[in-house]
């Protein structure tokens, strides 16, 4: 089940995206995992996923990637009016997750390089340039990932998620080992991608979810609750 709250906000220009999931659920053990969940959301907007710990805000982040196959139910995206299967979301999909990793050896930019090239960007050095110097790592391109503090992993984390402008974008806990200039990169961010296409934004962080334009509360059972 889920809580749904919606605030008013004036219509602008955005990409076509829609999300929707019907009966939506998955398990892990007896008690759980992500509980039946019904919404439909689309562009331009943000979004925010809320719950208690182990309520299931990142299992339904991985699901709507393509990341995660649910155990039950359906959850459908469309882009520019045609549905997107799961195994090619990565295409129209930017995805920022704690767990998210990238290679010590290597430095930022070739980090962020690798993944341009394997999409096969047409301009990998400018993709690269211009993420980074969107969430302020511009001038740490030649840092080893190794040597990054846990606040500039996480900016990183957020470049490779707006690398290639997708229409969706999904941030898991984004402020995680933020200060408030980390914070407010975060918040730029959101601002930017609500306008020209569609956020989910998975928190319990109030400075983060009030941002959004709808928020959907996860009912299920915490970590701390018996199955």
């Keep these: ?71 039950g139910g359906r959850c459908a995206l469309q882009v520019s009016g045609a549905p997107v299967p799961p195994a090619a979301r990565r295409r129209c999909v930017g995805y920022a997750a704690p767990e998210l990793s990238f290679y010590d050896e290597l430095t930022v930019a070739e980090n962020l390089k690798f993944a341009t090239e394997a999409r096969g960007a047409a301009d990998p050095g400018g993709a690269t340039d211009d993420a980074l110097g969107r969430v302020g790592l511009g001038g740490r391109e030649h840092d080893r990932y190794a040597a990054l503090s846990s606040g500039m992993k996480q ?17 898991d806990e984004p402020g995680s080992h933020l200060d408030d200039a980390g914070r407010e990169v975060v918040a730029r961010l959101i601002e930017h991608q609500r306008e020209r296409g569609l956020v989910l934004v998975a928190t319990n962080d109030e400075r983060e979810w009030r941002r959004a334009d709808l928020r959907i509360e996860l009912r299920g059972r915490g970590l701390g609750d018996p199955a």
């Design 1 to 71: 089940m889920s809580a749904v709250q919606r605030a008013a906000r004036a219509p602008s220009v955005a990409a076509d995206v829609a999300v929707t999931a019907a009966a939506l659920r998955h398990r892990y053990a007896p008690g759980r995992g992500l509980e039946p969940v019904d919404f439909s959301i689309a562009a331009p907007g943000a979004v925010a996923i809320t719950g208690r710990n182990g309520s299931g805000k990142t299992t339904l982040l991985r699901i709507v990637a393509g990341l995660l196959q649910p155990t």
């Design 155 to 171: 900016r990183l984390r957020l470049a490779f998620a707006i690398l290639f402008r997708p229409p969706l974008l999904l941030l």
